[in-house]
């Protein structure tokens, strides 16, 4: 599940959701230890499914959970302020490299 998705649910969902996912992934460990080899890319993925259940319950715990959406929008607004600005800034130095090179005089070699 997406990261965005989970922020989303409330306190009850997400730890149903953190069960079920470790109820799960009980199941595909048992059925593994039989010989069963068919479910052993969604081991790995439910670990990392409960990892971000556990990982935003204790945020809120905390209190410092703050959407990164929120936090990845900001930054993309900011970045696009800053990019007019930026590719004006640095087509001024090429402008002047090209008008100095014009102006110097050109060497000639010298005949002996």
Do not use: C, H, W
Not at 18 to 23: I, K, M, W
Not at 24 to 31: A, D, E, I, S, V
Not at 44 to 56: N, W
Request: overall charge positive; hydrophobic content about 40%.
């Amino acid at each position: 599940m997406e990261i965005d998705k989970v922020r989303n649910l409330n306190d009850a969902e997400l730890t149903t959701q953190a069960n079920q996912a470790a109820e799960q992934l009980f199941r595909l460990r048992f059925q593994k230890s039989l010989g069963n080899n068919e479910g052993l890319k969604k081991i790995q993925g439910l670990r990392r499914d409960i990892a971000r259940y556990k990982t935003i319950a204790r945020q809120r715990a905390l209190g410092i959970a703050e959407p990164a959406a929120k936090k990845v929008k900001a930054a993309k607004a900011v970045k696009a302020e800053a990019a007019p600005a930026e590719k004006k800034a640095a087509a001024a130095p090429k402008a002047a490299k090209k008008t100095a090179a014009k102006k110097a005089p050109a060497k000639k070699a010298k005949k002996d």
